[in-house]
C-alpha cells in the first residue's frame, strides 16, 4: 500500500510538470488480458481528471498511429457504470473499440487549411477535433477557439 501511495505521488508530480492533455493507449500494449485493469484505468483517470488541462483519452494502433479518442471524464464515468460486468476494459485489450460507446475517429491532417478544419467540425458538430501527420501520426488537438485566433494573427500579420 505504501509503495502505491507513493507511485500515485510521483505520478502527480510528473501530471502537474507536464500538463499532459492525453493519455494514450497503444494497441501493442493491449491484448493481453493483464496488461492493465479496471481499477487502474480508474485511479488513472480520476488522478488526471481532477485537472482541467487533461480531457482525452486517444487510441493508437502500431504505437503511433491515430485510431481515435474518447473525453476521459465520459470514460471515467462509463467506468464507474459499468463497475460491475463491465465491457470497456476487455474491448480495450481485445482493440475492439467501435464497440465502446462515444468513441471519435475524426481527424483532420496538419496540412489541412483553418478553413477546411472549420468546415469539417461544423459538419460534424465538434469543437476540438484531432491532428494527424499525412502518415496518420496522432499530434495532438485542435479547438474553434485555436483555429480563429490563427485566422486572425494571419489577417494581422498581413495588415502590416
Not at 86 to 99: C, K, R, S, T
Not at 112 to 125: A, F, K, Y
Request: hydrophobic content about 35%; proline content about 2%; some cysteine.
Amino acid at each position: 500500500m505504501r509503495q502505491q501511495i507513493e507511485i500515485i505521488e510521483e505520478f502527480r508530480k510528473k501530471i502537474l510538470r507536464d500538463s499532459p492533455s492525453t493519455l494514450l493507449i497503444r494497441k501493442y500494449y493491449t491484448g493481453k488480458t493483464d496488461s492493465f485493469t479496471l481499477s487502474a484505468l480508474e485511479v488513472c483517470l480520476k488522478e488526471l481528471t481532477r485537472y482541467d488541462f487533461f480531457k482525452y483519452v486517444v487510441f493508437l494502433e502500431d504505437t503511433h498511429i491515430f485510431y481515435g479518442y474518447l473525453y476521459a471524464r465520459g470514460l471515467l464515468d462509463r467506468l464507474s457504470y459499468e463497475r460491475e460486468n463491465g465491457q470497456i476494459v476487455p474491448n480495450i485489450h481485445e482493440w475492439n473499440l467501435d464497440e465502446i460507446p462515444g468513441v471519435k475517429k475524426s481527424c483532420v491532417f496538419n496540412y489541412q487549411s483553418n478553413r477546411e478544419i472549420l468546415r469539417i467540425m461544423d459538419e460534424e458538430g465538434i469543437k476540438e477535433i484531432a491532428v494527424v501527420d499525412k502518415m496518420r501520426s496522432f499530434e495532438g488537438f485542435t479547438n474553434r477557439e485555436l483555429i480563429v485566433s490563427r485566422i486572425i494573427n494571419n489577417l494581422m500579420n498581413d495588415a502590416k
